[in-house]
């Protein structure tokens, strides 16, 4: 089964609320892109860019075309425990 996000919010820093398409959502903390390095990767050390993301196919995106797979979220934040069935969008 494919899995996109249907909807992407950010919290603050570099957390964002995400609900998947089979209805299962969760808090994300993507802060660990800090890490990476390269051309791609530097503008998301700065928050303000971290909070431009959008959803492009169901993929969270950035401007510069950097996107995460809705499918490896959607594991890593299952395997975490962090994704609950018909959960409730944090404010």
């Keep these: 089964m494919t899995v996109l996000v249907r909807t992407l919010r950010h919290i603050g820093g570099w957390t964002f609320w995400v609900e998947f398409s089979d209805g299962m959502a ?4 993507y802060a660990r892109v800090k890490d990476r390095v390269g051309p791609m990767a530097a503008p998301l050390k ?3 860019y971290v909070a431009r993301a959008f959803l492009e196919d169901g993929a969270p995106t950035w401007p510069n075309g950097w996107d995460v ?3 490896a979220l959607y594991a890593e934040l299952s395997a975490a425990g962090s994704l609950k069935p018909g959960a409730v969008a944090v404010k």
């Design 26 to 29: 969760g808090e994300w903390d």
């Design 46 to 48: 700065d928050e303000a």
């Design 69 to 71: 797979s809705p499918e």
